[in-house]
């Protein structure tokens, strides 16, 4: 442990990060579980990773999530050693387990950063009653019950002292039982004795690169015809140091094999012990606390002395082989990096593309003026340059673009865990459907996304998805379904939460407006359907009855409008009474540049994102009709609301020199499944845009949703589409 101190953050950041990954697969493996309590492998996977847990929180010293997670760990054990059976008090157990074992890990990042107070609890009765459960054999405890002994221990036999070569001497009784037991069979033995020293990982240590380690090595054994190993790596002690383990590997004539294996097992150090035809029998020891009962102690028989260890070459390798890498990888191919990193990054891309900007605008002025000669060259050759600075920076954006992207299924994979528990408050069935998990995303969208689904979601739980016997007597099947949706629409990436409930009623959201005042009567008559549903998303409206722990207290939708807004995308419904109800985030694939239309509208130059841009169109004011306090023109046999951009922003400065043109320029904008004309001064030209947030006394403004520099050093303001729409539909009511 001289090598290095665990006072270094990053050990404790590693913990945290590997930890929460392997939290989610554990919560999806139980609800897997839940629905096939016999799948052993499943059963092992969760043991698994309770095990690393529990040995990396060992060696870190965090006693209070090692000591849950032991106790957790034993119960699993006995699951899928047929002890105890799966059954829902044992689900609701470890579910509970898992829960606090979560907050106990979410206290280390808490004091690590120094973000608040720790919550601490205390896992003293949750740990009793893991006890006192495990010890009725998963039969169900009274909560007053007194805390019970360990169960007592199998009887096991004495184990032999092996005649072992040096560098094999410390063996305890269960792994000299193992080698034992593979060389009863009159076959010769290799010994492997892996050991992982921290002077070969320097300051890269990880102690889940230990832990993975096992569960490598067992894997290469079960892949490899080679040989058979009998590590026993459920009594591995991960939290112990120097980390190294013990395989008895049978027949020693495959050397040169396992060699060639186990050669790419980076940061160890391997010693080969070719051992006898036989064991030999010495005094034995005494007996151990705890011999594993399912490993029987082989009678003694003599044995030829060992020969001397084989000494593999010791180096030190670059990167730890996680346990989940393919096995026919020779090494790590990936890296962490901090989110601080990638932002800075793209910071800096940024920049770089505003100064490509300039450049470019620079070599349009310098292609005005009328210039021969040796300076006409001169500039075609900046022409050239600024061309291939215009290439190579596309593929720096398109590089750190696809660094930063990551698949939704990093948030999606919460929300079964979160259906199961709202179907049990409300006594309802639900089955969560997920489609297109592997759809990418900025990864700082990713993090910001994650409010507004479960908003989504929980309002699907509880206003969407009946009562059992409600939807039967609708003719419906008892469980309802919530399909959780992802996909990608050119340069923007759409998420559907869809319901097959009851739908919402605009008429009934029209009463509830006009009763909580939003709205008149006479307003709230003149709104379409699709426009009265959308008041769902109007602050403090709800259409609740009663208030639960799950809604009604008229806070949620508003908060999912306002969090899509910031990300410069959009929400709508979509309803249909007794048939469901389908809710449709629309999200750029990055916050950081955007191909913007630039416009002219009231003395000012504005940005529209290209991605609600739908077309562009020249219209006569003799196609223009009014439809009671709106224009409107006919677009294709549709009629399309039409708004002056310049009267929605408040802005009196009016362009002459193009009032008086015949024909008005009008950018249809479609966001939210909804669609506008909005009636500007002057087309200019699309154009890469990278978003700059606005100063704080700016931000309220209306419409606005961020700035950009332009070529000649001005800055453009960027319109928020959605914002624009609101604006446009509270004008004409």
């Known amino acids: 442990m001289s090598d290095f101190s665990l006072d270094d953050p990053s050990f404790y950041e590693d913990f945290l990060v590997e930890a929460q990954e392997h939290f989610e697969l554990i919560e999806q493996n139980f609800l897997t579980l839940e629905s096939t309590p016999g ?199 991960a939290d112990s140091f120097p980390f190294d383990m013990v395989l008895a590997v049978v027949p020693s004539e495959t050397l040169e094999g396992v060699r060639k294996l186990f050669d790419r097992v980076e940061n160890v150090r391997i010693q080969y012990f070719p051992l006898g035809e036989a064991p030999v029998a010495t005094a034995p020891q005494p007996e151990p606390a705890a011999v594993r009962p399912s490993v029987p102690t082989p009678p003694p028989t003599p044995a030829p002395a060992a020969p001397a260890p084989i000494e593999a070459a010791e180096e030190t390798r670059k990167a730890p082989l996680a346990s989940d890498k393919p096995l026919d990888k020779a090494g790590s191919d990936t890296i962490r990096v901090s989110q601080a990193k990638l932002d800075t990054f793209m910071n800096t891309v940024g920049e770089l593309i505003i100064s490509k900007t300039m450049l470019s605008h620079l070599v349009e002025r310098f292609e005005a003026e009328p210039l021969e000669g040796h300076l006409a060259e001169l500039v075609k050759e900046l022409r050239q340059s600024s061309v291939y600075l215009d290439q190579v920076s596309k593929e720096i954006q398109s590089s750190v673009l696809g660094i930063r992207m990551v698949p939704v299924k990093t948030i999606f994979t919460k929300f079964p865990r979160m259906v199961r528990d709202l179907a049990k408050a409300s006594g309802k069935k639900i089955e969560l459907q997920m489609v297109g998990e592997d759809t990418e995303i900025d990864k700082s969208l990713i993090e910001e996304l994650s409010d507004p689904l479960i908003h989504l979601i929980r309002n699907s739980a509880d206003h969407g998805v009946e009562l059992p016997e409600t939807r039967r007597k609708a003719g419906k099947p008892e469980t309802g379904t919530v399909v959780l949706r992802a996909r990608h629409e050119g340069d923007s990436v759409v998420v559907e939460i869809e319901d097959d409930g009851k739908g919402v009623d605009p008429t009934i959201i029209r009463a509830k407006a006009v009763e909580k005042g939003l709205l ?192 000649d050093g001005g800055v453009v303001l960027i319109l928020d589409p959605a914002e624009l729409m609101s604006l446009a539909i509270e004008e004409a009511l």
């Open 39 to 237: 799948d052993l492998d499943i059963l092992n996977g969760i043991f698994r990773s309770v095990h690393t847990i529990k040995g990396a929180s060992g060696f870190l010293g965090l006693q209070k999530v090692q000591s849950l997670a032991h106790i957790g760990e034993n119960i699993l054990d006995d699951l899928r050693k047929g002890r105890m059976a799966v059954t829902p008090e044992t689900m609701e157990l470890l579910f509970e387990t898992v829960d606090t074992l979560k907050i106990l890990v979410n206290d280390v990042g808490i004091t690590l950063r120094k973000q608040g107070s720790p919550v601490d609890p205390d896992t003293s009765d949750l740990i009793q009653r893991l006890e006192t459960f495990r010890a009725g054999g998963g039969a169900s405890v009274p909560p007053s019950a007194p805390a019970s002994t360990p169960l007592p221990a199998a009887p096991t036999s004495k184990a032999p002292t092996l005649a072992l070569p040096e560098g094999l001497q410390d063996l305890d009784a269960p792994t000299c039982n193992l080698i034992s037991e593979a060389m009863s069979s009159g076959e010769k033995v290799l010994v492997m004795k892996v050991e992982l020293l921290p002077s070969l990982l320097g300051t890269h240590f990880n102690p889940f690169s230990m832990i993975s380690m096992v569960d490598l090595v067992g894997r290469l054994l079960a892949s490899s015809s080679l040989m058979k190993g009998y590590v026993d790596l459920d009594g591995y002690q």
């Open 520 to 711: 008149t009567l006479e307003k709230a008559d003149q709104l379409t359907d699709e426009e009265a549903i959308n008041l769902i998303f109007l602050p403090g409206f709800s259409t609740a009855q009663t208030i639960t722990d799950i809604s009604g207290r008229g806070v949620g939708m508003d908060v999912v409008r306002s969090n899509v807004r910031k990300l410069n995308g959009s929400v709508s419904i979509t309803s249909e009474v007794g048939r469901g109800s389908v809710f449709t985030i629309k999200l750029p694939l990055t916050l950081a540049i955007i191909d913007a239309l630039l416009m002219r509208s009231g003395g000012q130059v504005f940005a529209i994102p290209g991605t609600a841009v739908e077309e562009t169109l020249l219209v006569t004011e003799e196609n223009l009709a009014h439809l009671t306090r709106r224009k409107a023109i006919n677009l294709r046999g549709e009629v399309l609301g039409i708004s002056r951009l310049r009267e929605l922003l408040r802005f009196s400065t009016i362009d002459e020199s193009l009032e008086s043109s015949t024909e008005l320029p009008v950018v249809v904008v479609s966001t939210g499944g909804r669609r506008m004309g909005l009636v500007v001064d002057a087309f200019m030209r699309r154009q890469e845009m990278v978003i700059k947030p606005l100063a704080p006394y700016l931000a309220s403004l209306p419409g606005i949703s961020g700035a950009s520099v332009m070529g």
